[in-house]
Structure formats: structure tokens, C-alpha cells
């Protein structure tokens, strides 16, 4: 069987705001949020529509000011519309509303706020930047992380648990990429050297990617080999069973009719 389907709120994968938050910083910000989140449901706000604004936000914030080599403020509106990750789950708890389609829906925008995030580094080394070599970098940053994402996706599918912690995994990726991003973007404001951030943390995000999806495919092939294993064992000891299932009847029917001679 595959892995129960977490709901909105409570994804098994990390959203972007859970990500760039810790457990006591998200449980403030929830606090804060639940009267504002209060006041969309008020309204008439549904929680799929503060998810596809807050995924609009972000590719904004990624596709307009990355490409022009604004890295501060581009991370600064990035940042603000990562909170509506808190307020979408806060609202579907406040109605009762967590369901698979709200996990689903969270997840396929999550995986275009991270392509925004790395497609604007791209188009940043390949223009502005004027360097090859980390725009391959970002690009390898951009497939490694979906291809991460869908080997455990995949996995859990075929009824695998996937039981792997990777050394970089979303969270990591985008915490690393954004803080450096946004520090980098303080070169502009005179701080020097600081602009070295950005290109060692997309290093630092490619190596860690690679480790963590052999890591994952390693797991998912122990894994398969075990659960076939384990099938094997039980397809053998199914004829055995039967066989004894088979003689405990005849020995039954012996039995009967042996008592019906005897009477």
C-alpha cells in the first residue's frame, strides 16, 4: 500500500513558508496570521486562491527582479508571499477543509515556485551575469530538485516508504539559494565581497542535490528488492500452506469416515 496523503497543513513535504520557518517562528507567525486568515474566510476567500496568489507572488518576485540582478529585493517579495503558505493551511484548518486536492494543489505549485526561483537565476548568469558556467549550475540546481521531488513521489507510488533523510533535500535548497540570494543582493547597497554568496550556495545546492537523489534512488532500490523478496517469500509458502490445508482435510474426512464404519 502506498503512504497515507497528507492534507493541506500538514504536507509531508515542506512548503516554501514551513521551509524558510523554524517550529517556534511558525508557531508565532500562526498566531499572528490566524486573525488575518480569519478575515479572507470572512470575506470569502477560499484557500486555493491564496495558494495561486502567494505562487503568482513568488514567480513574480523570481522572474522579474532575479533576471536584472535585484537579489535583495527580489528575495524581499519572495519572502512576503512565502507566508501564504501559513495562511492557506491556517484557513482550511479554521473550515475543516484539509483534503487531498488541497495537498495535490500545494505540492504542483510548490514545484513552480522552486522553477521560477532557479529559472530566475538562469536567466541571470545567462544574461546580466554573464557567466556559463553557474548558469549551467542553476540549471542543474533546477532539474536535480524536481527530479528529487519525483523519485520519492514515484517511490511512495508503487507502495515504497522511502524511509531517507537526504543531505539536501526542498527545505535545505531553498533556504540555502534565498538567504544567499538576498544577502548577495546587499552588494548593491555597497557591502563588498558579499556577492560571492550567491554563486558558493548553488555550488553548495548542485552537490547537495546530487548526493541526496543517488541517496534516494539507493533507497528505493534496497527497498524493491526487500518488498520483492518478501513476496517471493509468501508466493513459496502459499503451495505449503494449501498442501497442509489440503491434508489437514483429508485427514478429516478419514476420520468421518472411519466414525461412520464404526457406528
Given at each position: 500500500?502506498?503512504?497515507?496523503?497528507?492534507?493541506?497543513?500538514?504536507?509531508?513535504?515542506?512548503?516554501?513558508?514551513?521551509?524558510?520557518?523554524?517550529?517556534?517562528?511558525?508557531?508565532?507567525?500562526?498566531?499572528?496570521?490566524?486573525?488575518?486568515?480569519?478575515?479572507?474566510?470572512?470575506?470569502?476567500?477560499?484557500?486555493?486562491?491564496?495558494?495561486?496568489?502567494?505562487?503568482?507572488?513568488?514567480?513574480?518576485?523570481?522572474?522579474?527582479?532575479?533576471?536584472?540582478?535585484?537579489?535583495?529585493?527580489?528575495?524581499?517579495?519572495?519572502?512576503?508571499?512565502?507566508?501564504?503558505?501559513?495562511?492557506?493551511?491556517?484557513?482550511?484548518?479554521?473550515?475543516?477543509?484539509?483534503?487531498?486536492?488541497?495537498?495535490?494543489?500545494?505540492?504542483?505549485?510548490?514545484?513552480?515556485?522552486?522553477?521560477?526561483?532557479f529559472g530566475g537565476f538562469i536567466?541571470?548568469?545567462?544574461?546580466?551575469?554573464?557567466?556559463?558556467?553557474?548558469?549551467?549550475?542553476?540549471?542543474?540546481?533546477?532539474?536535480?530538485?524536481?527530479?528529487?521531488?519525483?523519485?520519492?513521489?514515484?517511490?511512495?507510488?508503487?507502495?515504497?516508504?522511502?524511509?531517507?533523510?537526504?543531505?539536501?533535500?526542498?527545505?535545505?535548497?531553498?533556504?540555502?539559494?534565498?538567504?544567499?540570494?538576498?544577502?548577495?543582493?546587499?552588494?548593491?547597497?555597497?557591502?563588498?565581497?558579499?556577492?560571492?554568496?550567491?554563486?558558493?550556495?548553488?555550488?553548495?545546492?548542485?552537490?547537495?542535490?546530487?548526493?541526496?537523489?543517488?541517496?534516494?534512488?539507493?533507497?528505493?532500490?534496497?527497498?524493491?528488492?526487500?518488498?520483492?523478496?518478501?513476496?517471493?517469500?509468501?508466493?513459496?509458502?502459499?503451495?505449503?500452506?494449501?498442501?497442509?490445508?489440503?491434508?489437514?482435510?483429508?485427514?478429516?474426512?478419514?476420520?468421518?469416515?472411519?466414525?461412520?464404519?464404526?457406528?
Open positions: 500500500m502506498g503512504q497515507p496523503v497528507a492534507s493541506r497543513g500538514q504536507t509531508a513535504t515542506p512548503t516554501l513558508g514551513k521551509a524558510m520557518l523554524n517550529k517556534y517562528a511558525r508557531a508565532f507567525f500562526t498566531r499572528v496570521l490566524t486573525p488575518f486568515a480569519a478575515f479572507l474566510i470572512r470575506r470569502g476567500v477560499s484557500p486555493d486562491t491564496v495558494t495561486l496568489i502567494g505562487t503568482a507572488g513568488v514567480v513574480a518576485g523570481a522572474l522579474v527582479f532575479y533576471p536584472m540582478g535585484e537579489f535583495f529585493w527580489g528575495t524581499v517579495v519572495i519572502t512576503l508571499f512565502v507566508f501564504s503558505d501559513l495562511v492557506d493551511g491556517n484557513m482550511a484548518r479554521q473550515l475543516g477543509r484539509s483534503s487531498r486536492w488541497g495537498a495535490f494543489l500545494d505540492s504542483t505549485l510548490d514545484r513552480v515556485a522552486d522553477g521560477a526561483i536567466l541571470w548568469y545567462a544574461g546580466g551575469g554573464d557567466d556559463l558556467v553557474l548558469c549551467a549550475v542553476s540549471i542543474f540546481c533546477l532539474a536535480s530538485g524536481q527530479v528529487v521531488s519525483y523519485t520519492k513521489a514515484r517511490g511512495e507510488s508503487i507502495g515504497l516508504p522511502v524511509a531517507v533523510n537526504g543531505l539536501v533535500e526542498r527545505a535545505e535548497r531553498l533556504v540555502i539559494s534565498l538567504v544567499a540570494a538576498g544577502l548577495a543582493g546587499l552588494h548593491a547597497f555597497g557591502v563588498p565581497g558579499i556577492q560571492y554568496l550567491l554563486p558558493v550556495a548553488l555550488w553548495i545546492v548542485a552537490v547537495g542535490s546530487l548526493v541526496t537523489l543517488i541517496q534516494r534512488v539507493v533507497t528505493v532500490r534496497r527497498e524493491s528488492a526487500e518488498a520483492e523478496e518478501a513476496a517471493g517469500a509468501q508466493d513459496d509458502a502459499a503451495p505449503r500452506d494449501n498442501a497442509a490445508a489440503k491434508d489437514n482435510e483429508g485427514k478429516q474426512q478419514n476420520a468421518s469416515h472411519g466414525s461412520e464404519a464404526a457406528t
